[in-house]
């Protein structure tokens, strides 16, 4: 599950989710794309059924499905959506998909350590984020839960079938590339010809 605004859904998205069905060995990745992002602000945020169809152009990949469910259940805290799909759907195993500057972030989420208890949790890397997340409070709280690729084998891809706590980093996700570089960029476009 990767969530997120996806205000615009961009490449970055698509090669971090293919990176992660790789490296994680997983089935599926499901793109949750939120109504609205309780710790962003409304203000330049596209209108939700035009975010859903911008993600599924980006998407392109059969193991890659955009999803409503938070529009549907109404819900935008990640730890009600995590526990609201494992009810819904008890035969699949899940795995949490973010991006480096969401984990230094996550503290300042509602219920993060529920997040953590629920289900496994795999970082994209995040130039720029990387350090700040493998040295702050989610990464030192859950130091012993951290599942490496080592010599003897990559551990990362038995992710999904670990009990959680269990949390992955994925240096091989680096892009360098954001939703708001890509908004930022149409803005100054927009204002320069105008």
């Keep these: 599950m990767l969530g997120g605004s996806f205000n615009p859904a ?3 998205h698509r ?3 293919l990176a992660a ?3 994680l060995n997983l089935d599926q990745i499901w793109w949750l794309v939120s109504p609205q992002n309780p710790l962003k602000s409304s203000e330049g945020m596209a209108e939700f059924e035009e975010r859903l169809d911008a993600a599924k152009k980006i998407a392109r990949h059969p193991k890659i499905q955009v999803s409503d469910f938070e ?3 109404g819900e935008q805290r990640t730890a009600r959506t995590i526990a609201a799909l ?3 759907y008890p035969q699949h195993k899940f795995v949490w998909l973010m991006g480096a500057d969401n984990m230094v972030q996550l503290p300042k989420w509602q219920q993060w350590q529920q997040i953590m208890d629920m289900v496994p949790v795999a970082i994209f890397n995040r130039p720029g984020y990387t350090y700040k ?3 702050g409070k989610v990464a030192s709280m859950y130091r012993k839960n951290r599942v490496l690729n080592t010599l003897f084998g990559d551990y990362r891809r038995q992710l999904a ?3 959680p706590p269990a949390w992955a980093f994925l ?3 680096a892009f360098n590339l954001s939703s708001t570089q890509i908004r930022n960029y149409h803005d100054t476009a927009g204002n320069t010809c105008s």
């Design 133 to 135: 997340a493998l040295n």
């Design 15 to 17: 090669q971090s989710s």
């Design 161 to 163: 079938e670990m009990a």
């Design 21 to 23: 069905l790789r490296l």
């Design 10 to 12: 961009h490449e970055g």
């Design 71 to 73: 529009a549907r259940i």
């Design 171 to 173: 240096p091989e996700t």
């Design 86 to 88: 494992k009810v819904t």
